[in-house]
């Protein structure tokens, strides 16, 4: 997997982040929209001073399917 490094919040550059797992509530998201052959956990980036969430991201790419497999 390829490392991604958020330094600062892009909506109002605070630099507290905060990485939590969130799969609780779409793990199953990511298997029914065809994105994963199995359960790819989801984790989110919130931001600790606005509380937006930065980003949401697999840490299993592996799990997902190749491009040309992908069903839409
Ligand atoms: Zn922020």
Redesign the pocket.
Known sequence: MKEVKIE???????EE?IESNVSSMTGTVCVTKGIARYNAILFATV??????V?RLFCKTPENLYPKKERRA
């Open positions: 600062k919040c892009p909506y109002c550059g605070g982040l931001c600790r001073d606005c509380g937006s930065v």
